[in-house]
C-alpha cells in the first residue's frame, strides 16, 4: 500500500488551534481522513496516510484552520461538494502595509457587517487573516463569494457587491 504526504507551515499562533483542547481536534480529522498529523512547535505541518483523497482533504482543513477558520467549519471540507478558496492579499496590497490593512477593512466592513452580509447570501464562511482572506463553502458558493470579494477589493462599492449576490442568489433559486 502506498504512503503519501504532504507538508505544509502553520503559523505558530494556530499551531494550538491545529492541536485542539487535549488534540481533539488533530485526532478528529485523523479519524475523520485516515491519516496521521504531526505537527511541530515551529508549525511544521505532516500529513501522512494512503489515501491521496482524504489526504488531500486533511491537507485543506489544515490549510483553512492556519488561515483562521474554526476547526468546526473547517470540517466542513470533508463534504464533498465543499471548497476552500484562499485570496493572497499581497497580490493585491503589494507591499504596502496600509493598502493591505485597507483591503481588509473592506471585506469585514463596519462592525463586521460586509463580510457577514456576503457569508449570509452566499452561505459561505469567510475568513480575513493575516495576509489572505479564506472562504468555505459549496463550490459553486464558494466561487460566487470569491467573485464577491474580488469586486470589493477592485474598488467596487459595497451596496454594488450586495446587488450582484442578492441577483446571483436568484439566478440560483429561479434559474
Do not use: C, W
Request: charge should be positive; charged fraction near 30%; hydrophobic fraction near 40%.
Amino acid at each position: 500500500m502506498d504512503e503519501f504526504s504532504y507538508e505544509l507551515k502553520v503559523p505558530v499562533e494556530r499551531i494550538a488551534v491545529v492541536i485542539g483542547k487535549d488534540g481533539e481536534t488533530k485526532k478528529e480529522l485523523e479519524a475523520a481522513t485516515s491519516s496521521k498529523i504531526e505537527v511541530s512547535a515551529e508549525g511544521d505541518v505532516m500529513i501522512i496516510g494512503s489515501d491521496a483523497l482524504l489526504l488531500y482533504t486533511a491537507r485543506e482543513i489544515v490549510r483553512a484552520i492556519a488561515r483562521g477558520f474554526n476547526p468546526k467549519v473547517a470540517l466542513l471540507l470533508l463534504k464533498t461538494d465543499y471548497a476552500l478558496e484562499i485570496i493572497d492579499l499581497k497580490d493585491v496590497a503589494g507591499k504596502s502595509r496600509n493598502t493591505l490593512e485597507r483591503l481588509k477593512g473592506r471585506v469585514i466592513g463596519k462592525g463586521g457587517r460586509a463580510r457577514e452580509e456576503m457569508e449570509r447570501l452566499t452561505e459561505t464562511h469567510i475568513s480575513v487573516y493575516g495576509k489572505t482572506i479564506g472562504i468555505i463553502g459549496e463550490v459553486q458558493q464558494a466561487s460566487i463569494a470569491r467573485e464577491a470579494v474580488a469586486m470589493l477589493l477592485s474598488g467596487s462599492m459595497h451596496k454594488t457587491v450586495y446587488a450582484f449576490l442578492e441577483r446571483k442568489k436568484k439566478e440560483m433559486l429561479f434559474g
